[in-house]
């Protein structure tokens, strides 16, 4: 057995622990299978892009509740450190998944117990709701306790600060540092202080929910189209609490729920992954849009940060659209509307990540608007708006894992907020006597046809994590010459700092945080990223080729030609 996994194990039973916690890695050390074990014990959770995220169960790399009153209790310290002579509080929401109460209820006990102010979300409550309550009252730190999208066996804590955003460098690492100098449990203060403790739901759901209705760029052309027939799922998870609500106050009339998928339910029985980036989680919105012949169909994950989005497609079948093309409806939509209301100065922005289609840079060049990249991770979108707080006015952000903003109120992916200008987008496409995907070629005409593709591979335990590292160590020592019989050009390593032009044959830093991402750019126009997932056993390669659209009717004969050299590419990378 693996040393560290035997220490760590033996460390937890020698530990104030309770004996059913004691009774299950006993368990575990006598099982003629040593996996198990090892999984549990050969790492301590940390802080990755999404904050702490683990398979629920006993030892140091599961969720459970000790490693949440540890990273608790280091948080908290933290906290005490950095605002020693102010007072302090915190907001803690949950969504629905097994355990979120209980972990909730955890954080809530260890924080109270070190003299912290809590403000306690005592129902489940859609992720960005808790950014914004941080900023509205005046929090100094929040948690949300959520695993996002994962399965059903994990379990997450996501971890915020003063800005409403995750924790981002120095505050992750020097929380991190906070949580390993804790070298025994009885450093965690478990004794809850009920009298620190404040309960919060409906009036901070009033205040956000005002907030929302702000954003709404063109109420006139939704009161013309308020019978627009939207389905909406939650996919059992927090988005049942306000999304069909914001959709009634911005005045859509017609919105029907899946109801199969309604009731927040951590076994997520009607899905295999409750993730609206999967076919099969949204084939039950799928079939009742088509029972109805409904306008649009909206999907959130279970906490409420993510969207998947579906309508009909050129030929009048039901499609669901990628991440990136969301993300490309949702801002030509509002930049167009911003100029046509006047708003547009030349002092406005967007946000994208790298591995985020470039269509959203030509979008906002032709509206002279700037656009921002950022590192994968909403929490670095947030960052860009915290430095341009008071300097340039934002107007929606995005990444293509189905995480778009808009406003800035809130400073995480809002799933709520999205569903509202999602669904005032299709209005207005339908004022136009356009349909989703009619909007979406014109856009491609306008601006060019891209299309992005994204492969992620699992790897899973130690094994895995060495694989993943093995896989990106021979990308970096043997990179591709030629990628879908264009030339490679560029090599972009976000780890080193470094941009290499390869025609030129020079070098250049670029401004950006150290990160685990390769790039690769060819001649004609093709982005190819590897990146390792920071909240999953997961290497993930997003590809993005470009082409033109010169005519609607031409649409999936072009999009055909760009999938097979995506596959192409897939192929000469041996991803297959």
Known sequence: ???????KAQEWLNSNIDQQTKDQINELLSSSDQ???IDSFYKDLEFGTGGLRGVMGVGSNRMNKYTVGKATQGLSNYIKKTFSNESVSVAIAHDSRNNSDYFADITASVFSANGIKVYFFEELRPTPELSFAIRELGCKSGVVITASHNPKEYNGY??????GAQVTPPHDKNIISEVNKIKSFDEVNFAKNESLIEVIGENIDRKYLNKLKTLSISPEIIQKQNDL???FSPIHGTGITLAPRVLKEFGFENVHIVEEQATPDGNFPTVVYPNP???????????????LDADLILATDPDSDRVGIGAKNLNGEFQLLNGNQTAALLTYYMLNQWKAKGKINGNQYIVKTIVTTDLLTEIAKQFDVECYETLTGFKYIAEILREQEGKKEFIVGGEESYGYLSGDFVRDKDAIS??????EMCAFAKNEGLGVFDLLA?????????KESLISITKKGKSGAEEIQEMMKNLRENPPFELGGSKVVKLIDYQSGVEKDLIKVKEKK???????VLQFLTEDGSKISARPSGTEPKIKFYFSVKGKLNDPAEFDATLEAMDKKINKIIEELNLK
């Open 35 to 37: 996996n198990e074990l």
């Open 1 to 7: 057995m693996d040393p560290i996994v035997q220490e």
């Open 229 to 231: 027939k939207i389905v």
């Open 442 to 450: 014109e856009i491609y005409q306008k601006f060019g046809f891209y």
């Open 277 to 291: 980036e999967e076919k099969e989680a949204m084939s039950l919105a799928l079939r009742k849009a088509k029972e």
């Open 158 to 163: 996501k971890a915020y600060w003063t800005d």
């Open 510 to 516: 670029i401004d950006f945080p150290s990160s685990n």
């Open 418 to 423: 999205s569903c509202a200008m999602i669904a």
